[in-house]
């Protein structure tokens, strides 16, 4: 069965690089989603990336996938107080509409 | 385009009660998509169609939960009757190729 866990939650300072964490199931995922919800708000897609490149770099954002260890990170450099949010990594398989299988999200406070 | 865009933003009902949440998708997605968001199980999806077609609704809790999609730029979501422990927030996103879009949710509280 498909299966996405990350750690519930991470704090850091302003300023610091932040590093947040997935790991999924499903060999056969395609794609890998990274989205981002603040407070009383729905879910932001911030980027993406397919199962056959290993980096994706978006201004403050890098995306890393170990397709291995499918083990997929998001990196936010310079981490700023709104960056502050619950964060979800995704997976689905092809681009065909098939569903996402979402995350349980981890929240990142980000502290002055 | 507006975003997918759903209404209400805010449901407060009493138990026992039918409830109805809307959603219009973005134009052009032919992927619509029904998530259930709680505290205790995170992001749940429920159902979602294909071309108006609903592809897999495995996710619905019971059969008091429905769902339909009559046209390319509208769908609901039913719940009748209403129980507490249905009170959640309800997300529709859409979606064309490789992109998913959510709405801003519906905050539902059954009391």
């Known amino acids: 069965g498909e299966d996405v866990e990350q750690s519930l939650f991470l704090s850091v300072r302003e300023g610091d690089s932040s590093v947040i964490n997935c790991t999924y199931t499903?060999?056969?995922?395609?794609?890998l989603y990274w989205y981002k919800q603040e407070p009383g708000a729905g879910l932001q897609l911030l980027t993406y990336?397919?199962?056959?490149?290993d980096m994706k770099q978006d201004q403050r954002l890098t995306v890393l996938l170990n397709k291995k260890d499918k083990h997929l990170s998001l990196r936010i450099a310079d981490t700023q107080t709104g960056d502050s949010a619950i964060y979800f990594c995704?997976?689905?398989?092809?681009?065909?509409?098939?569903?996402?299988?979402f995350g349980g999200g981890t929240r990142l406070m980000v502290k002055p | 385009d507006a975003g997918v865009i759903q209404s209400p933003r805010h449901e407060v009902t009493e138990m026992g009660q039918e409830v109805t949440l809307r959603c219009k998708p973005i134009?052009?997605?032919?992927?619509l998509f029904w998530y259930r968001q709680t505290m205790m199980r995170g992001l749940e999806l429920l159902i979602y169609?294909?071309?108006?077609?609903?592809?897999?609704d495995s996710g619905m809790p019971e059969d008091r939960f429905s769902a339909k999609m009559p046209n390319a730029s509208f769908s609901t979501l039913k719940i009748q009757p209403s129980e507490p422990r249905d009170s959640a927030v309800y997300f529709c996103?859409?979606?064309?190729?490789?992109?998913?879009?959510f709405g801003q949710g519906t905050r539902l509280t059954v009391v």
């Open positions: 996103a859409s979606r064309q190729n490789t992109e998913a879009f």
């Open positions: 499903d060999s056969s995922s395609t794609y």
């Open positions: 990336i397919f199962s056959n490149m």
């Open positions: 995704a997976e689905s398989k092809d681009n065909a509409g098939n569903m996402l299988t």
């Open positions: 134009s052009g997605h032919n992927s």
């Open positions: 169609f294909n071309n108006n077609v609903p592809i897999d």
